[in-house]
Nanobody, 129 residues
C-alpha cells in the first residue's frame, strides 16, 4: 500500500509556472501508474495527466496539453507535474493518485478518478494577479 504526499502548490500570476511534487512511501513506486487530478470549487474532480510505470508514456487533458509536463523518478519514489503558462482557470486543488492495475491506455479508465486506489491530500494552486 502506497502513501502519497503532494507539495509545491501556491499563488502564482497568470503566465507563471509551478512545479508540483508527489512523494510516495510504503510501496514499490515503480509498480504504480501515477496521475494528477484537480478539483475547483463547485466542480467535479478532473483528470490532468498520467505517467506510466516506467515513465515512458504520458497522457494529458486537452486543457493542459503543451503547458504541463509529468515526470517521475522511480529511484526517489517521486512524481512531478511541471506547470507553465498558468491561467486563472487552472486554479484548483491538485491531487496525485496512483494505481497498480489501471488499464491506462483507455482514456475512459485514466480519466475516471474512481479507478485509482491511492490519493494524496491535495495541494492548492491559485492563479491570480
Amino acid at each position: 500500500q502506497v502513501q502519497l504526499v503532494e507539495s509545491g502548490g501556491g499563488l502564482v500570476q497568470p503566465g507563471g509556472s509551478l512545479r508540483l511534487s508527489c512523494a510516495a512511501s510504503g510501496g514499490t513506486f515503480s509498480a504504480y501508474v501515477v496521475a494528477w487530478f484537480r478539483q475547483a470549487p463547485g466542480k467535479k474532480r478532473e483528470f490532468v495527466a498520467l505517467i506510466s510505470r516506467s515513465g515512458g508514456s504520458t497522457f494529458y487533458a486537452d486543457a493542459v496539453q503543451h503547458r504541463f509536463t509529468s515526470s517521475r523518478d522511480n529511484d526517489l519514489s517521486t512524481a512531478s507535474l511541471q506547470m507553465t503558462s498558468l491561467r486563472p482557470e487552472d486554479t484548483a486543488v491538485y491531487y496525485c493518485a496512483a494505481d497498480a492495475d489501471l488499464q491506462y491506455v483507455s482514456s475512459r479508465n485514466r480519466h475516471n478518478h474512481e479507478k485509482y486506489d491511492y490519493w494524496g491530500q491535495g495541494t492548492q494552486v491559485t492563479v491570480s494577479s
